[in-house]
T-cell receptor, first 112, second 118 residues
């Protein structure tokens, strides 16, 4: 089955700097890669997603890149703000079984 | 749109009792619902996938007789934790996938249920 790895596990950045979180997946047939933000005790919120037929997608301060050959995808947050502090999860969707497998998460702290 | 609710939000029960958690898609029909468990400071671990009108598919290591899942309608799935033990204490989150042809596979998450077994 699909296995998703994520790095780093924790990340601290100064307000205004950029944050980058990297993920790898194992199933070359996976074709949908969402990113979720989860605040303590809350549900995961979809912040951006990308399909395998696209290499890059951007939404304001957030961008995601995908390298299908290497099975890597990354989240880039620019001009970070304190409210960006949360746990971020990457995920990959197994096409065969229609289920989304989550990475272990990255705890992002933005220091004012 | 795409709102998923979960009830209850918090529940405390005694060891040996059973607890039922409901997951509802409020404004769309969900052909597929997923149940996750999340321990503190850990990721979401998929427990099972349920499709309306059929038996749930459980992930490896998840006891189907302990975690009973029923997906009786296109808007409701229930998870019953039977004979709960303290180690079952966790944050249980459901998600629902709209039954849209050609949909990209996006899931919508419920707010979660915090289960504490004493």
């Amino acid at each position: 089955g699909e296995n998703v790895e994520q790095h780093p596990s924790t990340l601290s950045v100064q307000e205004g700097d950029s944050a980058v979180i990297k993920c790898t997946y194992s199933d070359s047939a996976s074709n949908y890669f969402p990113w979720y933000k989860q605040e303590l005790g809350k549900r995961p919120q979809l912040i951006i997603d990308i399909r395998s037929n696209v290499g890059e997608k951007k939404d304001q301060r957030i961008a995601v890149t995908l390298n299908k050959t290497a099975k890597h995808f990354s989240l880039h947050i620019t001009e970070t703000q304190p409210e960006d502090s949360a746990v971020y999860f990457c995920a990959a969707k197994e096409t065969s079984y229609d289920k989304v497998i989550f990475g272990p998460g990255t705890s992002l702290s933005v220091i004012p | 749109g795409a709102v998923v609710s979960q009830h209850p939000s918090r529940v405390i029960c005694k060891s040996g009792t059973s607890v039922k958690i409901e997951c509802r898609s409020l404004d769309f029909q969900a052909t597929t619902m997923f149940w996750y468990r999340q321990f503190p400071k850990q990721s979401l671990m998929l427990m099972a996938t349920s499709n309306e009108g059929s038996k749930a598919t459980y992930e490896q290591g998840v006891e189907k007789d302990k975690f009973l899942i029923n997906h009786a309608s296109l808007t409701l799935s229930t998870l019953t934790v039977t004979s709960a033990h303290p180690e079952d204490s966790s944050f249980y989150i459901c998600s629902a996938k709209p039954g849209l042809a050609g949909g990209r596979g996006e899931q919508y998450f419920g707010p979660g249920t915090r289960l504490t077994v004493t």
